[in-house]
T-cell receptor, first 110, second 113 residues
Framework: QQQVKQSPQSLIVQKGGISIINCAYE??????FPWYQQFPGKGPALLIAIRPDVSEKKEGRFTISFNKSAKQFSLHIMDSQPGDSATYFCAASHNNDMRFGAGTRLTVKP | DTEVTQTPKHLVMGMTNKKSLKCEQH?????MYWYKQKAKKPPELMFVYSYEKLSINESVPSRFSPECPNSSLLNLHLHALQPEDSALYLC????????????FGPGTRLLVL
């Protein structure tokens, strides 16, 4: 049973463009929503995270938008760069029990 | 220092072998995790240890046996694995509190022949 649904499965963006990845969850007990970036052969690395009492969080070129009533959250990558090409996972966590979305493979073309 | 280390990086084993994966962190985290990740799939939670005690076991087959000998170390003992167990095994650690970031190691790439 997939507890976190993520879309799109893959995304191709031109350099300088905006990359948008969406996630939705069902379990209202989730209270922490991180995004992880994973390069081939590496472990996931935390990119940015948000708690449900905040609707938006920005760190550099990365922004999370969070809609608690809709149980949805999204990642925006501004000014996308070829070095951002990786797989991105959204996740939702409660009491150290974290569940991942299926992942989005982002390709940024130069 | 936000580093989680895992050894070995790669492991090839037969179905009758016994081997162990090791994970270590020195961030003072008291929660440690094992995840399994198949190619082009998200990490799947296997086990969670909180304060060196097993708190979550996601119905993992008994051929996988976790162990947390102290607050810095986490082992995963492997015995009689199947070829479908071939995957990247990730270790992570975090504080034991609501909504804490999990820090992942680089993983052990396991191939079962």
């Amino acid at each position: 049973q997939q507890q976190v649904k993520q879309s799109p499965q893959s995304l191709i963006v031109q350099k300088g463009g905006i990359s948008i990845i969406n996630c939705a969850y069902e379990n209202t007990a989730f209270d922490y929503f991180p995004w992880y970036q994973q390069f081939p052969g590496k472990g996931p690395a935390l990119l940015i995270a948000i708690r449900p009492d905040v609707s938006e969080k920005k760190e550099g070129r990365f922004t999370i938008s969070f809609n608690k009533s809709a149980k949805q959250f999204s990642l925006h990558i501004m000014d996308s760069q070829p070095g951002d090409s990786a797989t991105y996972f959204c996740a939702a966590s409660h009491n150290n029990d974290m569940r991942f979305g299926a992942g989005t493979r982002l390709t940024v073309k130069p | 220092d936000t580093e989680v280390t895992q050894t070995p990086k790669h492991l090839v084993m037969g179905m009758t072998n016994k081997k162990s994966l090791k994970c270590e962190q020195h961030m003072g985290h008291r929660a440690m995790y094992w995840y399994k990740q198949k190619a082009k799939k998200p990490p799947e939670l296997m086990f969670v240890y909180s304060y060196e005690k097993l708190s979550i076991n996601e119905s993992v087959p008994s051929r996988f046996s976790p162990e947390c000998p102290n607050s810095s170390l986490l082992n995963l003992h492997l015995h009689a694995l199947q070829p479908e167990d071939s995957a990247l095994y990730l270790c992570a650690s975090s504080q034991v509190n609501r909504g804490e970031t999990q820090y992942f190691g680089p993983g052990t790439r396991l191939l079962v022949l």
